[in-house]
């Protein structure tokens, strides 16, 4: 549970660190903000049209909800798998994500923001299913739904829509990417500009003529 909120304080910290200008930068002080406060969620969206009142769950349920801190790495094009990959990520066994224990200062709070939001998957989506572990096992296959927006790989063959994952059952497992899958662009010349919208959210606009 402590874990979650340190996850998703990293989040928030980054946010903050973002937006806030009176974050004193040279600062080493960690302040991790509390980010489900139930006076802060009462205005926090309008109201709704039909005039229902929304509700959002409490700090106590918010805050004890389970935690999840997986370590989790690239899916590559099965034709540009580096050789022995899957049997490498088998052998290191399930990691965390983020250790918070060991985090203190602030450079390292903020790599482990990074890391957070380049690694994060969508745990409901982990899968070891044959069929699927064969797909993406099958360059050709793959290729089949890959097009401009869809599947979009970067210039090292990494798909960035999936990460695998080592489950805590030590199984590796595929799984959709989180953050890093919708804010991770490929720019024109194959390079990375990572939190910008990838490109079928926000496709390339034409010069206005
Ligand atoms: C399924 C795609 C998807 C995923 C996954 C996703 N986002 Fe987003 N995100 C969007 C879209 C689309 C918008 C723009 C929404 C809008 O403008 O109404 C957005 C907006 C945002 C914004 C606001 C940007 C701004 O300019 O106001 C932030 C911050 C953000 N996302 C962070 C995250 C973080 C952190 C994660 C992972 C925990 C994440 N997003 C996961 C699609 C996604």
Redesign the pocket.
Known sequence: MARLRSVLAV?AT??AACTSPTTPSDSNEIVVPRLWDAQALASWSLPLANGLAQGYVSPEVYYAAPVDNLRTYPVYHPDREPPGYRAALLALGPQPLIEPERLHTRPQWIEAGRR??EE?D?PASRSDEPELLAHFSDGKAVDKYRDATHDTMTADGVLLDYRWVVERDGKLKLS????????TRVLPDGTLLRGA??TS??PPRRRPR
């Open positions: 989040a980054l946010l957070v939001f994060l969508t959709f990417s989180s953050c890093a899958g919708c804010h919208p990838r959210i926000s």
